[in-house]
């Protein structure tokens, strides 16, 4: 079993109430990636520049992460954002987002990264989506967005969303998607586009997961250290794509679902535990079984 | 087994993106009392103006909701409320608020509502709330306030937090109470006041409870019919503080705890789904057996 993803590798420039780092390895593919390698077998598909450093790629191909198809122009530059968050971190302000080499990424996938049985689409042009989605022999695919495909590819996005089987959005995005404020009647609206499931980020307050006829929610660690949420999503995703395909169905049921939801919450909770992918690094299997352990914990009644 | 509720009752307008009422029954000791008389014994303390209608008077009485201390003040006006909530009823603009014959509210309480096991301090000036918490010889307290309170008052809040078992406040309050933008953080600082729970609303998000060792996550539900969010936390604390009263434990324990939030957060559930009281008025026990339940399938993985 293999887990293609398809996004952003990065360099970041990120502060927060809790410090600054220049230029670490990020992207939603990475998140992704360093989340899902700890359940299944990984292959990342991206694009980077000739500044992204052998040490860089060693931290995926060490953890055994394929990477034939991530490619690296000579000369070019990676995709490199700057953010800033505010003293409670529910605010990013994005500061500069260069997409230097990623600006032309159009990736043909691999004969290797084509027959992954799982795909995860992360946040990139709608159409591009479509086209990785059209390569790929996945049996199970999901993408996430952004408000700014929303607003400025809607079209595709939908289009796009039609051939996945999961979408995961934050609360906003849903909403704004949809036209819908209720975030019940705006889940179901995306279930009417064609997937089977929708993961609803809600940042500090946990996730949700709606399908046609069933609700589950999951909380929020509650963590009293939090020191930068950049990745929570894409690490959610990670854990969530990493578990379910490593199960090996094609038509995961209720309790495969909420347990591959239940992952994702904990991958997602360890790596804003530090800057970038350095919690993420560090963790092990027996730190990820005992937070879900603790998941559980938290909601019995 | 009895609890008391002290705080306003009310004659509130609002409007909603789903209509308006104009002077309906409202007000914090209102919806904590229907909410709570469905598990035990409940004495209003509270005062009103001549306008309170008979009609209204037998919202209370018709319930078996004990109205000794409900005081009607002659020729004087109820406590009025007047607010609108934008489209995703996130935000209330409150319109105005005035007290009326609630200005001067500093009850004596009768014999029947000081005896009783449970007392809940509704969002009342911090000053009263001691008062009332010194009068009662309740074994269970617990206390909302609101962002005013904390600005206005926080030394005599402190002081009231210091006397009860249990605060239940929103996340923003919490924060805004403590200086401490981690929610974790925030409700340990709570704790440290005196109490031996938090219980911290999150609106659309469900809630959370904190004691000194236990973190407990409430869901929401997911509501497709959402009309008026006004009582929800009010409504929360009666079941609350409802289900407890009716265990009869001075001391309740995880489990009870954790049955006691969902319980809450079923009766808050509920109000929401139509104008102020409307819909606890016309609710039944098997209703809320049944979403207790309910509430359990979404939450178990």
Same mark, same amino acid.
């Given at each position: ?11 970041? &420039? ?9 230029? +670490? ?21 991206? +694009?980077?520049?000739?500044?992204? $450093? ?22 070019? *530059? ?55 989605? *059209? ?64 993961? +609803?980020?809600? $940042?500090?307050? $946990? ?9 589950? &929610? ?84």
């Amino acid at each position: 079993m293999a887990v293609t993803v398809v996004g952003s590798v990065a360099l970041d &420039s990120v502060e927060t109430p809790f410090g600054k780092r220049e230029r +670490v390895l990020g992207g939603a593919a990475t998140h992704f990636s360093l989340a899902a390698r700890f359940f299944t077998g990984v292959h990342v598909v991206g +694009v980077v520049g000739q500044d992204f $450093g052998d040490d860089e790629l060693a931290v995926f191909s060490s953890r055994g992460i394929g990477t034939d198809d991530l490619r690296r122009v000579e000369g070019g *530059r990676s995709f490199h954002w700057s953010g800033r968050y505010e003293e409670d971190m529910a605010v990013a302000h994005t500061l500069a987002t260069e997409l230097n080499v990623f600006a032309d990424f159009d990736p043909q996938l691999s004969e290797v990264a084509r027959r992954a049985e799982t795909l995860f689409l992360a946040n990139i042009q709608p159409d591009l989506q479509q086209r990785v989605r *059209r390569q790929s022999e996945a049996r199970l695919a999901g993408l996430d967005s952004m408000n700014y495909w929303i607003e400025s590819a809607r079209g595709p996005l939908v289009e796009a969303i039609g051939l996945v089987d999961v979408v995961s959005l934050n609360d906003a995005e849903m909403r704004m998607l949809t036209g819908e404020p209720n975030l019940a009647r705006a889940a179901r609206s995306v279930i009417d586009l064609g997937p089977r499931v929708t993961l +609803v980020k809600q $940042g500090p307050y $946990g996730a949700a997961m709606y399908s046609r006829d069933e609700f589950f &929610s999951i909380p929020a660690y509650p963590l009293e250290t939090f020191v930068d949420p950049t990745g929570a999503g894409d690490s959610f995703a990670g854990g969530f794509f990493g578990y379910l395909d490593s199960l090996g169905e094609s038509e995961p049921g209720r309790n495969e679902l909420r347990a591959a939801a239940v992952y994702g919450s904990v991958l997602g909770s360890f790596v804003v535990e530090d800057f970038g992918t350095e919690r993420v690094q560090q963790l092990t299997r027996e730190e990820i079984d005992a937070r879900f352990a603790e998941f559980r914990q938290m909601v019995i009644f």
